[in-house]
């Protein structure tokens, strides 16, 4: 069995990262991606012509030396490819009512547009180790 996700998309804002008590490095970013939007099963066109879109967004967790380094070389509107593992999460609110969320832990990321850059003037692929 497997779980594996590929996605294709921009990055929807700026990562955010954070560090746990345990000093686990945790980088989350928001990644957009498109497909073509449908009517009664149909693709359509907009108001310009061009083929209907509907984006969705995609909740990405990444770690420790992944995460550093998205934190580091990605901005908002930067084209990534993600791969990874959906991550169902199940807990209950202060008002005792149960939530329940999904995001994509990553286990590569690759950048197929420029971000921020280094002093080596580019962004290598990631994966983590």
Same mark, same amino acid.
């Given at each position: 069995? @497997?779980?594996?996700?590929?996605?294709?998309?921009?990055?929807? =804002? #700026?990562?955010?990262?954070?560090?746990?008590?345990?000093? @686990?490095?945790?980088? &989350?970013?928001? !990644?957009?991606?498109? =497909?073509?939007?449908? %009517?009664? $099963?149909?693709?359509?066109?907009?108001?310009? $012509?061009? @083929?209907?879109?509907? &984006?969705?967004?995609? =909740?990405? @967790?990444?770690?420790?030396?992944?995460?550093?380094?998205?934190?580091?070389?990605?901005?908002?509107?930067?084209?990534?490819? !993600?791969?990874?593992?959906?991550?169902?999460?199940?807990?209950? #609110?202060? &008002? $005792?009512? %149960?939530?329940?969320?999904?995001?994509?832990?990553? #286990?590569?990321? #690759?950048?197929?547009? %420029?971000?921020?850059?280094?002093?080596?003037?580019?962004?290598?692929?990631?994966?983590?180790?």
């Amino acid at each position: 069995m @497997t779980n594996l996700v590929i996605l294709v998309g921009r990055i929807a =804002r #700026d990562p955010e990262t954070r560090t746990t008590q345990g000093g @686990t490095n945790i980088t &989350s970013i928001s !990644v957009v991606t498109d =497909r073509p939007a449908r %009517k009664d $099963g149909k693709t359509y066109k907009d108001e310009n $012509g061009y @083929t209907a879109k509907e &984006s969705e967004f995609h =909740r990405v @967790t990444c770690f420790n030396g992944l995460g550093e380094n998205v934190a580091k070389y990605c901005t908002k509107g930067q084209l990534v490819t !993600v791969e990874g593992r959906i991550h169902y999460t199940q807990w209950e #609110d202060q &008002s $005792g009512t %149960k939530r329940y969320g999904c995001e994509i832990i990553a #286990d590569k990321v #690759d950048f197929l547009t %420029k971000g921020r850059t280094s002093s080596n003037d580019g962004a290598p692929d990631i994966d983590e180790d």
